[in-house]
């Protein structure tokens, strides 16, 4: 059973980057799936914000763009997050998950950390 | 940019059908996604591939998708099945989430 954990600072201040990890267990993250960060703004919907595939080629969502960077760390079967020039309106729980790479659905999610942006 | 629209909120009675839908153009050319999520907890896929159900979802949840709508379903709802649903689809090398449907049983 594969199984998700984001890590990271639970506090970033305003401007700063936000960074987070997530440890992939169960399974390998060199497998045929995309590895994906999505995010929840209290009170609010889902907003997918980036994927990268063991190889390293990446997507990300045109909106946040040119703030993140997503990478992978075969070794230690983990992926990351980086989000620069935070602002108030990126505090949110962030999600890992995997992304099946025939139909991109989200089978495996992680628990989701809080992330809030604060001085 | 492909937009996503679900109704904010559904309601329906215990063991009644309840049918949340996700309009987008043309959605029916895609592969719609449908995503539990219950208060303090990470959405759980209920619904992949517009109907088909991953192992451990009961058969009373289904889905269709044609033409500018698709569908879940949930017969004889429980009210455990209170939640929010989001619909997701993969277009132009982004994901995209509907804004999410609240389910209360009455």
């Known amino acids: 059973q594969v199984q998700l954990q984001e890590s990271g600072p639970g506090l970033v201040k305003p401007s700063g980057t936000l960074s987070l990890t997530c440890a992939v267990s169960?399974?390998?993250?060199?497998?045929?799936?995309?590895w994906s960060w999505i995010r929840q703004p209290p009170g609010k919907g889902l907003e997918w914000i980036g994927e990268?595939?063991?190889?390293?080629?990446?997507n990300y969502n045109p909106s946040l763009k040119s703030r993140v960077t997503i990478s992978v760390d075969k070794s230690k079967n983990q992926f990351s997050l980086k989000l620069s020039s935070v602002t108030a309106a990126d505090t949110a729980v962030y999600y890992c998950a995997r992304t099946d790479s025939s139909g991109y659905y989200k089978g495996y999610w992680g628990q989701g950390t809080l992330v809030t942006v604060s001085s | 940019s492909y937009v996503l629209t679900q109704p904010p909120s559904v309601s329906v009675a215990p063991g009644q059908t309840a049918r949340i839908t996700c309009g987008g153009n043309n959605i029916g050319s895609k592969s719609v996604h449908w995503y539990q999520q219950k208060p303090g907890q990470a959405p759980v896929l209920v619904v992949y591939d517009d109907s088909d159900r991953p192992s451990g979802i009961p058969e009373r949840f289904s889905g269709s998708n044609s033409g500018n709508t698709a569908t879940l379903t949930i017969s004889r709802v429980e009210a455990g099945d209170e939640a929010d649903y989001y619909c997701q689809v993969w277009d132009s090398s982004s994901d995209l989430f509907g804004g999410g449907t609240k389910l209360t049983v009455l």
């Open positions: 169960g399974g390998s993250i060199s497998s045929s799936n995309w």
């Open positions: 990268i595939y063991h190889s390293g080629s990446t």
